[in-house]
């Protein structure tokens, strides 16, 4: 744990998960990963807690997989009454300290952005966010004030471009 009031977060912290709730008497969290693949969280060993502006940075002193969570101790949090205050929060970690991917693999905050297209050439809008559904992944798609749910399966999601920052989907305006 970081106690200078003036560290500044990286600029490339994203969110992956949240603290569900304080795990055991010594300090440990569990927290809920907002990906199937929780590596991010598994492999970095400094967590960012808190909301963008006022997160506050912490080395990992130990975290594994429990069931569809994660469960952390953090340096300096000792105790439960003390990891308690930490029950909601989200949890971020720099983009740059994610693990590596093979060339077809990508992170959802490598989607984000991302202008979405069908075949046809419609415009459906920009990649706002992603979400679990329990079955799948849906894509969020915004544009001009309406906000598309498209799965993220492959019958739908025809092509991924990073470098050409497009995703095309067999998807229509009407639907």
């Known amino acids: 744990?970081?106690?200078?009031?003036?560290?500044?977060?990286?600029?490339?912290?994203v969110v992956v998960g949240r603290v569900l709730d304080a795990w055991g008497l010594k300090g440990g969290l569990k927290i809920?990963?907002?990906?199937?693949d929780a590596r991010a969280l598994l492999e970095t060993?400094?967590?960012w807690l808190g909301d963008p502006g006022a997160e506050?940075?912490?080395e990992v002193f130990e975290s594994r997989m429990h069931g569809q969570t994660v469960t952390?101790?953090?340096?300096?949090?000792?105790?439960?009454?003390?990891?308690?205050?930490?029950?909601?929060?989200?949890?971020?970690?720099?983009?740059?300290?994610?693990?590596?991917?093979?060339?077809?693999?990508?992170y959802w905050v490598d989607l984000?952005?991302?202008?979405?297209?069908?075949?046809?050439g419609d415009d459906l809008g920009e990649?706002?966010?992603?979400?679990?559904?329990?079955?799948h992944q849906i894509l969020?798609?915004?544009?001009?004030?309406?906000?598309?749910?498209?799965p993220f399966v492959a019958a739908v999601v025809l092509d991924v471009d990073l470098k050409g920052r497009r995703v095309t989907v067999d998807w229509q305006l009407d639907y």
Do not use: C, H
């Not at 984000?112 to 046809?120: C, E, K």
């Open 1 to 13: 744990m970081n106690d200078d009031p003036v560290a500044k977060p990286p600029d490339d912290l």
């Open 32 to 36: 809920q990963p907002y990906s199937e």
């Open 72 to 106: 952390v101790r953090l340096v300096g949090v000792t105790d439960r009454e003390l990891a308690e205050r930490f029950k909601g929060q989200p949890v971020s970690v720099p983009r740059t300290r994610f693990p590596g991917l093979d060339g077809s693999e990508y």
């Open 56 to 58: 506050r940075d912490f």
């Open 127 to 135: 990649v706002s966010g992603l979400m679990e559904n329990g079955a």
């Open 140 to 150: 969020e798609v915004a544009k001009d004030g309406l906000v598309r749910l498209i």
């Open 45 to 47: 060993r400094e967590w």
């Open 112 to 120: 984000i952005g991302l202008r979405v297209s069908n075949p046809a």
